[in-house]
């Protein structure tokens, strides 16, 4: 090592794990050395060069690197700021341009991130800092015409960088954008194999949003290089890594609207004046004549035709490519039958001409599998007339021209969503492309090698392309589905609660149903489909019986007050409407008399049917509608020997008392009877009288339990509440 008072200089590369810069005392940093170092001992070298002594070989070395990379730093600092306004210390760039050369070094992402950690500023600058010496450096290497590993290494730093979050995310892509712009081709294809193999890299949360525009941008600028004709396989290699990379939902690389291709033009000879089908065989061969190696050879000469080949079978031969070419000419009438005619003759051709036999085709496969596929060349029909004999008898050119009138069948047939409305088929065209397609099937399971077995893999890969179509057809939907935004785990099975688990505890052991109402119900009859069936069920009441009672408490002379009268009932209000829809004509009359209530309504009506029933009433006890339930519920109840303790039920004059006797202590009841909490709250907000309170207690119990509000259940209640002797005198009456 060479020191100087206040820098430390590593002259080996190589073996440097830490800076290249290293400060001694307190305070020092990299921009006071680097000030140090531009204004003490590099102003005069920066502009005439440092002066090279052969006994220091190694500082002097170092100092030449440490100038070039302090010009570089400056450079890009003042074209920063002169092309986006922002003021980029040249020391900073200086740090990162020398970290960015030792990463490259040693082949590992340390030195860039010793130097982040050191930089000036927030985390974007920093970034930002590393981005510019990683690209400086790299235009360094393509200048210096450095190896391709070079290159390579450099991008799989910044992808490091890009994963410890010391560069920004776009990084990787900005310099294989540079690299494939500024390479020939022939090392461009070794840097995209770079591409290819790291695609899952691309695909990963981390690149994948920042990256894909400009892997897409990146490729089609590679293709607008490339030549379709010379570079196919490039081109397909480009095409694959795109339908890797995007998902099959991208609509940006779909025909959505199924265009064609209509600059793809099979050019051919037209005049028939310069045609040479009719001059002898011993002038195929010319000068300046391409015919790929292997084509003419002896071995693998054609058999005579059967069919003279004249400049009209040709034309008509090559004419077809048009209409593969834009399939919408096939909808017009008069080019429909030119595609007829001329596919007729062309098939007709197919099947009388001999094919190249089974061993020699076989032998050429073999051959092209050996060679790996090297001399492959994927081009565009050669469409000169002295090959017409050869391309007919070739097993390769008669798959090609058969699958282009498959394809072309399915477009014609099939339900694309961006069709004319006039491009349909009538009957005959129907049936002349079935025939045809069935004609094109033989054709090709008798081409060798293979043929059925390439016929039955071409059949199942257009029945696969009419789910794709399908699916372009509907907007092209994502294959992905969506997971809920909120997953509840799923609930266990419940067992089935066994009939024991609704019967009750009481003497009477009734099923409980989870509501009172459902339970009263329940619990009416042994057998409920029984008593639903009898006729004691099927009634309605007439006016005379339901509206008795309202008429008699409705009559000024009984004096009954209107807190008392049954119209205030809600459920004897209910039924009285449904029975007036029914029977009585003034519910439907209208009438300019409004009502505030529905109890003030039914008053109304009760005076109006008191007018027009009849006077003679019976004189027997009226019944209210508390006794009619009873009545009916009594129907379903089973008709046995005279009513005990255990079914008798508990009268109105009973409840009276026990109301009286009650009192304020109504509530230590209450529980007893299971009533609720907020049935307990209802009763006490509907009056302030205690005694009204437990003679309201004892009827709302009554209304929840019907027929099973017998005496004996409140002599258990009252026992088990401690009123013994409320309970004993209820005993004997």
């Known amino acids: 090592?060479?020191?100087?008072?206040?820098?430390?200089?590593?002259?080996?590369?190589?073996?440097?794990?830490?800076?290249?810069?290293?400060?001694?005392?307190?305070?020092?940093?990299?921009?006071?050395?680097?000030?140090?170092?531009?204004?003490?001992?590099?102003?005069?070298?920066?502009?005439?060069?440092?002066?090279?002594?052969?006994?220091?070989?190694?500082?002097?070395?170092?100092?030449?690197?440490?100038?070039?990379?302090?010009?570089?730093?400056?450079?890009?600092?003042?074209?920063?700021?002169?092309?986006?306004?922002?003021?980029?210390e040249a020391s900073r760039i200086l740090s990162g341009l020398v970290a960015t050369n030792s990463a490259l070094s040693s082949r590992s992402c340390k030195p860039l991130t010793s130097v982040f950690s050191h930089l000036p500023g927030n985390e974007t600058e920093k970034k930002s800092t590393l981005d510019q010496a990683l690209r400086g450096v790299l235009v360094e290497q393509i200048v210096k015409h450095a190896d391709v590993d070079n290159h390579l290494s450099l991008i799989y730093i910044s992808i490091d960088g890009v994963t410890e979050g010391i560069c920004s995310a776009t990084t990787p892509f900005?310099?294989?954008?540079d690299?494939?712009?500024?390479?020939?081709?022939?090392?461009?294809?070794?840097?995209?194999s770079f591409v290819e193999e790291n695609v899952s890299t691309w695909k990963s949360n981390s690149f994948y949003s920042a990256g894909k525009n400009y892997l897409?941008?990146?490729?089609?600028?590679?293709?607008?290089?490339?030549?379709?004709?010379?570079?196919?396989?490039?081109?397909?290699?480009?095409?694959?890594?795109?339908?890797?990379?995007?998902?099959?939902?991208?609509?940006?690389?779909?025909?959505?609207?199924?265009?064609?291709?209509?600059?793809?033009?099979?050019?051919?000879?037209?005049?028939?004046?310069?045609?040479?089908?009719?001059?002898?065989s011993t002038e195929v061969k010319e000068d300046g004549m391409e015919v790929e190696e292997g084509e003419m050879g002896d071995e693998?000469?054609?058999?005579?035709?059967?069919?003279?080949?004249?400049?009209?079978?040709?034309?008509?031969?090559?004419?077809l490519q048009d209409y593969f070419r834009n399939p919408v000419q096939c909808y017009d009438k008069f080019s429909w039958i030119t595609f007829v005619k001329y596919s007729d003759e062309t098939l007709a051709v197919f099947k009388s001409y001999k094919l190249d036999d089974t061993q020699a085709s076989k032998r050429k496969l073999e051959e092209m599998r050996t060679a790996g596929g090297e001399h492959v060349y994927f081009a565009k029909f050669l469409t000169s007339e002295k090959l017409m004999d050869l391309q007919l008898s070739d097993s390769n050119f008669r798959r090609h021209i058969l699958l282009q009138y498959l394809i072309l069948f399915q477009y014609l047939r099939g339900q694309v969503k961006f069709k004319s409305s006039n491009c349909v088929l009538n009957d005959d065209q129907t049936a002349w492309m079935e025939e045809t397609t069935k004609l094109v099937y033989q054709l090709l399971r008798e081409t060798p090698p293979d043929g059925d077995k390439f016929a039955a893999m071409v059949e199942h890969i257009l029945n696969t392309e009419e789910n794709w179509n399908s699916w372009k057809n509907e907007g092209c939907p994502s294959f992905v589905k969506e997971r809920p935004a909120e997953t509840k785990p799923a609930r266990p099975s419940r067992k089935r609660p066994a009939p024991e688990d609704f019967l009750g505890k009481g003497p009477d052991r009734k099923i409980l149903m989870g509501n009172d109402e459902l339970t009263r119900l329940w619990n009416l009859n042994p057998d409920n489909m029984e008593a639903c069936k009898t006729?004691?069920?099927?009634?309605?009441?007439?006016?005379?019986?339901?509206?008795?009672?309202?008429?008699?408490?409705?009559?000024?002379?009984?004096?009954?007050?209107?807190?008392?009268?049954?119209?205030g009932n809600s459920n004897y209000g209910w039924r009285a409407l449904r029975l007036l829809?029914?029977?009585?004509?003034?519910?439907?009359?209208?009438?300019?008399?409004?009502?505030?209530?529905?109890?003030?309504?039914?008053?109304?009506?009760?005076?109006?049917?008191?007018?027009?029933?009849?006077k003679d009433l019976p004189s027997e006890e009226i019944k209210t509608g508390e006794e009619e339930d009873e009545n009916g519920d009594n129907l379903l109840k089973a008709s046995n020997d005279s009513p005990s303790i255990q079914s008798k039920l508990v009268t109105n004059s009973q409840m009276d008392e026990i109301a009286a006797k009650l009192g304020s202590q109504w509530r230590a009841l209450a529980d007893h009877l299971e009533m609720k909490a907020a049935e307990i709250r209802e009763i006490e907000s509907d009056s302030e009288d205690v005694e009204l309170q437990a003679k309201m207690l004892l009827v709302a119990w009554q209304d929840r339990e019907g027929p099973q509000a017998t005496m004996e259940s409140l002599i258990t209640a009252l026992n088990a509440a401690g009123f013994t002797g409320i309970a004993d005198g209820l005993s004997e009456t």
């Open 216 to 280: 897409l941008r990146m490729c089609n600028d590679l293709l607008r290089r490339l030549s379709k004709s010379q570079n196919t396989v490039f081109c397909g290699r480009i095409q694959l890594f795109l339908a890797r990379l995007f998902p099959l939902s991208e609509k940006s690389g779909l025909n959505l609207q199924s265009q064609f291709n209509l600059d793809n033009i099979t050019v051919f000879n037209k005049n028939e004046q310069e045609s040479t089908l009719g001059q002898q």
């Open 300 to 319: 693998e000469a054609p058999a005579p035709c059967s069919i003279p080949i004249d400049y009209n079978l040709y034309r008509k031969f090559w004419t």
């Open 174 to 177: 900005v310099l294989l954008g």
């Open 179 to 192: 690299v494939l712009d500024c390479l020939p081709l022939d090392q461009c294809d070794k840097i995209f």
């Open 1 to 88: 090592m060479t020191h100087s008072r206040d820098i430390i200089i590593r002259p080996d590369l190589q073996d440097c794990e830490g800076p290249l810069l290293e400060c001694e005392g307190p305070g020092m940093s990299l921009g006071t050395m680097f000030g140090q170092l531009l204004y003490r001992a590099c102003v005069k070298a920066c502009i005439l060069g440092f002066r090279y002594v052969k006994r220091e070989k190694s500082k002097c070395q170092l100092i030449s690197f440490l100038l070039a990379q302090v010009k570089i730093a400056m450079y890009i600092s003042r074209k920063n700021k002169a092309a986006h306004g922002t003021d980029c």
């Open 535 to 567: 006729d004691s069920r099927e009634f309605m009441p007439s006016l005379e019986d339901f509206f008795e009672e309202a008429i008699e408490q409705a009559d000024p002379t009984n004096m009954v007050e209107d807190e008392y009268k049954v119209v």
């Open 581 to 614: 829809s029914r029977r009585s004509p003034h519910f439907f009359q209208p009438t300019n008399q409004q009502f505030k209530s529905l109890a003030e309504y039914l008053e109304n009506m009760v005076i109006k049917l008191a007018k027009e029933l009849p």
